[in-house]
């Protein structure tokens, strides 16, 4: 690892230098600006607050404050300042900006209400398309990017709109140090794709910054944006909902009050077809109340030789202004499936005793499904939304939340097994002399009409004030988690195939064949692995940003959760363990310093993470309730938004201590586990996103990680655990659009990925075993016009194959075109 150092340490050189100079030459150029500044308010004459203004075909600007006013610097000159956003009327106002002056604009009215500015779409030339820089979700108050002293990352829907990027999974490849590890398995409660974050394993769990669950690839036609928050997020979100690398928040589409439709089809090779709708409309002619409803109906086949997906997402939502104080808003997400399995393949001999140490060497044959699709599982998540909002005064808000994620699935799901052709034999192969590895085991695990709740009540009261001359912003919640699972688990073995044989009927491992042998095996508590429990975690936090001064921001806050395990049982109803309770403490603390302020800010943060592993058995074969699983992250960095916009960056460096983790006894005849277990995890990260010159963009990350056991068995110690991920990953996403007096709308886009070899075996006992590094190239050509849209993109454009998982080696997606056209009405 020592000889990594050098390149992150030249990288971090030069990030810096950069900085240095840009920060320069910005002190500079504001020598000649002055200040102009204004209110924002509604038609119905409330302050628009959290809105962003701005000067046409420029990127100077601001967001508006709570009372709707707004102050940021320009150069001296005459300008047109603007505000725009779907479906409303442009509202211009003319405004000469003179050095070293303040103007105050007349007030701005534009014809909206508060619940379509959340749908804002900023600046209508904004130059750098692909920001966000306020989120209501990542700290549970209102904050900009540069006030919040934890890292994370925004994926917007403009961005997912040029790349024709249709689900969360594909949509996170835009973030710095996240990977996708394992496909979404459709099983009720598995809660979607698997990522690496920060080396931890996490998942896509928030939607709206409360309980989100979604057991299969989650569609983004409902989607705004995509939060990724880095590091353990415990003090806000609960062990629940976050991992120790970070959580992954959907934020989603709001309707807003003057009608608005958009239809679109895409199809694509592997016999890709989507068909999508966004309709929003006010039913009544007071507009205080607007529904909107997004929708996507999606088939596909697969690059492989068998393999079908259908799927179907419906997103209704509706706003109700009850009064000036009062405001409700009810959404639901149902997603439907109906999936054959994609191959992953385990090792069930050890990659040592098989003699390979990485992907290459396996003789799977990329193109084989190895199974018939008839062998198919339904799924089906439905998520309920409603939150109350009450202005208690000019400076509360009380915000009360209800959300209720319901999975279900039913039907098989193959995998297979890697071994040696010595073990084969015992399973009836055939040798074949001088060639090894020629085999798999085939097994399956399916579910049996296995069901998921998760419900969640919130209430929050929000701040803002001042004491004396320190402003607060705060927020008080109370929290009720309950999660009740009746899951199922069930399989059953297939033979033994050969890996690679033309002449072989793979397609012969059909449904068929399946409910033959599950009808031969009836469910039993001996043969089923069931997951039946009712859990219910009791919270209260609390946080504060305090503004010291005008450049140094503190942050504290602290959560106390108490946790009630009912006991698991087996499907006949037979305890089989007993319930416990734990409470926990999570605490946080953060700092932020603006030498440039609104500019550039340095930060440094305290996040705390918690896991309730359950129970155990101990050396004594006891059954025993574990500690509490803790991480603890430091992290320090910069974040910066120069030239008011054109340049947004973070950039960080963070460490992560996780201690109290279950390890295995060596050589115990009972599995027993002793809880002693430390893991460190510490890394690198960079963002940038930019427009560097008019009409280019950039979204730029880079991320290193290094991850290791200090404190395990033997076998592992000093290893890299084999769920880390790839230590190094870089994203880049270039889009050009050419300039109006040309063809109005026309642009190209050109990005790719970037995953070093990624180790998902890594012991003394069983080797090292690697997925291979990989390099992938996206591209996409655009016409954007007022009523229509017309793209054409190309993922993995060099049709690479490659290899994600961990502990498992799951071929991935070739190269596929996709034609889209849309039109809006």
Do not use: C
Request: glycine share 8%; net charge positive; proline share 4%.
């Amino acid at each position: 690892m020592k000889q990594n150092q050098p390149v992150i340490l030249q990288i971090s050189t030069l990030f810096l230098i950069l900085i240095t100079h840009l920060s320069a030459g910005n002190i500079y150029a504001q020598q000649s600006f002055g200040t102009v500044n204004g209110k924002v308010v509604t038609a119905n004459k409330e302050a628009a607050e959290n809105t962003t203004i701005g000067l046409m075909h420029t990127t100077f600007g601001s967001a508006t404050n709570k009372n709707g006013a707004f102050s940021f610097k320009a150069p001296a000159g005459s300008y047109t300042l603007i505000i725009s956003y779907v479906g409303v009327q442009t509202v211009e106002m003319p405004v000469t900006v003179t050095a070293n002056q303040t103007i105050d604009v007349p007030l701005i009215t534009v014809n909206a209400s508060m619940a379509q500015l959340s749908e804002v779409n900023i600046i209508a030339s904004r130059a750098n398309r692909f920001t966000r820089r306020i989120s209501a979700d990542v700290g549970k108050i209102p904050l900009d990017n540069l006030e919040n002293s934890q890292s994370d990352a925004t994926i917007t829907n403009e961005l997912l709109t040029e790349q024709q990027v249709f689900t969360i999974d594909e949509a996170l490849r835009n973030a710095p140090g996240i990977q996708k590890m394992w496909d979404a398995t459709g099983r009720a409660g598995d809660g979607g794709g698997y990522f690496s974050l920060r080396g931890f394993v996490t998942q896509t769990l928030l939607r709206d910054g409360v309980a989100g669950l979604v057991t299969s690839t989650i569609d983004a036609v409902n989607v705004d944006k995509i939060e990724v928050i880095k590091g353990p997020s415990a003090t806000l979100f609960g062990s629940n909902l976050s991992s120790f690398g970070g959580a992954i928040n959907r934020v989603t589409k709001k309707p807003y009050d003057t009608l608005g439709i958009e239809i679109g089809q895409s199809v694509g090779n592997f016999d890709l077809s989507r068909t999508t709708l966004d309709l929003n409309t006010p039913p009544n002619k007071n507009k205080n109340v607007l529904f909107r409803l997004n929708s996507a109906y999606n088939t596909e086949g697969s690059f492989q030789n068998y393999g079908m997906t259908r799927s179907f997402a419906v997103a209704p939502n509706l706003s109700i202004k009850a009064s000036d104080r009062l405001s409700f808003l009810a959404h639901a997400e149902l997603f439907y499936g109906h999936n054959s399995a994609k191959p992953f393949f385990f090792f069930y001999s050890s990659p040592l005793d098989m003699g390979v140490t990485n992907a290459n060497q396996l003789k799977i044959n990329y193109s084989q499904a190895y199974s018939n699709d008839d062998i198919n599982q339904f799924s089906r998540s439905a998520n309920y939304f409603a939150r109350a909002t009450y202005k208690i005064s000019g400076q509360f808000t009380s915000q009360t939340l209800f959300t209720s994620s319901n999975s279900f699935s039913n039907g098989p799901n193959p995998y297979y097994y890697l071994v040696t052709d010595a073990v084969a034999e015992t399973f009836g192969a055939t040798p074949i002399p001088g060639s090894s590895n020629n085999y798999i085991l085939r097994y399956d695990q399916s579910t049996r009409n296995s069901k998921f709740n998760a419900t969640e009540i919130q209430e929050n009261i929000n701040g803002d004030f001042n004491i004396g001359s320190v402003r607060n912003r705060f927020v008080f919640g109370l929290d009720l988690q309950h999660e009740n699972s009746n899951q199922v688990y069930y399989g059953n073995f297939y033979g033994v195939a050969p890996i690679n044989d033309p002449g072989f009927d793979y397609g012969s491992f059909n449904r068929q064949k399946v409910n033959a042998t599950n009808a031969a095996n009836p469910l039993t508590a001996a043969n089923t692995y069931p997951y039946i429990y009712k859990k219910d975690t009791y919270s209260a936090y609390v946080s504060d940003v305090v503004n010291i001064t005008e450049q140094l921001i503190a942050s504290a806050g602290i959560r106390v959760d108490h946790y009630e395990n009912k006991g698991t049982y087996n499907i006949d109803h037979v305890q089989r363990s007993k319930p416990f309770s734990q409470t926990a403490f999570s605490p946080k603390f953060g700092l932020i310093y603006q030498p440039i302020k609104e500019t550039l800010s340095l930060f440094a943060n305290y996040q705390n993470g918690f896991v309730n592993p359950g129970i155990y058995t101990n050396a004594n074969n006891e059954p025993t309730v574990a500690k509490l699983q803790n991480a603890a992250q430091i992290e320090a960095g910069v974040k910066l938004a120069l030239f008011n916009g054109k340049l947004n960056g973070t950039i960080s460096y963070y460490r992560i201590n996780l201690t109290n983790s279950l390890r295995a006894v060596p050589n115990s005849p009972v599995y027993a586990s002793v809880q002693d277990g430390t893991q460190n995890s510490k890394g690198f990260e960079a963002e940038v996103i930019a427009n560097p010159i008019t009409g280019v963009n950039v979204v730029a990350g880079f991320a290193y990680n290094d991850s290791k056991y200090t404190n395990s068995e033997a076998d592992v110690i000093g290893r890299r655990p084999n769920t880390a991920g790839s230590p190094y990953l870089a994203n880049l996403y270039v889009s050009y659009r050419l300039p109006k007096n040309t063809i109005q709308g026309l642009g190209f886009g050109l990005g790719g990925n970037y995953a070093s070899e990624n180790k998902i075996m890594n012991s003394v006992r069983q080797g090292t075993f690697s997925l291979p590094s990989y390099t992938l190239f996206n591209g996409s050509v655009f016409l954007d016009r007022a009523k229509y849209r017309l793209g054409l993109s190309a993922n993995n454009l060099t049709d690479k194959h490659y290899y994600t998982g961990y502990t498992t080696v799951n071929p991935q997606k070739l190269r596929q075109f996709v034609l889209s056209v849309s039109y809006k009405l």
